[in-house]
């Protein structure tokens, strides 16, 4: 009886989760509508995502952000944004991050998701990762979105990994387009997601939502061959904050 429950109010969070991500939606509907209508208007809309958006879900669901910076982002600068991913809270932890825009590359599933998915295609470099083709022009594409003085954001395991698996391998996407670009690499560690809202649907609770940002880590020049090395050292950054 307990445990059913205990299952019940962990359903009844993830509904109220859920409620939380569509109401500020339709409440500044005509404004995010006329934001993600151009990209010139992007900042705007930013700021309206991480604002308005990703704010009041993490307080209203009892997450609120606890951020630690070993180094702080600049203003106007451009960054490869990567963390470990098991949650949709890490979209909006990684909103709150960042106070300078950046572009979120993900799957184009998420365009499915009612209302959420039609923001997403607008805003978002969106990538089929069994086409060859939608992989190289996701370059062309963040090579514009870096031309216009925004980040870049990747969540390297290629999705969400396994509940059993800690950190999945990374892929080499967000690495050749930070060495390609000479763009520095802001490894994050996103310590709470998976017991807040995992993606197993009765699972998860309030609390406090805890993120490292280590020091930026600046990339090999293209003519070094050093992708492998530059990979697996970002990526032993982020494990050892999760072991």
Known sequence: MRNLLTKTVQLLFRVWFYLWVAIPIFVFAPFLL???A?????????????????????YACGCPPRIRYAQKLECGKSYMLVANHTSMLDIMLMLRVSKTPFVFVGKKELVKIPVFGYFYKRVCIMVDRSSVRSRTAVYKRAQRRLDQGLGICIFPEGGVPEPHIVLDRFKDGAFKMAIDH??????????????????????GGPGKLRAQVHCFVDPPQPNQNGLEGFREGIRNTILEGLV
């Open 34 to 36: 006329i934001f993600a």
């Open 38 to 58: 151009s990209e010139k208007r992007y900042p705007q809309f930013y700021w309206c995502a991480r604002n308005l958006w990703a704010l009041p879900i993490l």
């Open 182 to 203: 000479q763009i520095p690499v802001v490894p994050m560690t996103f310590y709470d997601s998976k017991k807040r809202l995992p993606f197993e649907l009765t699972h």
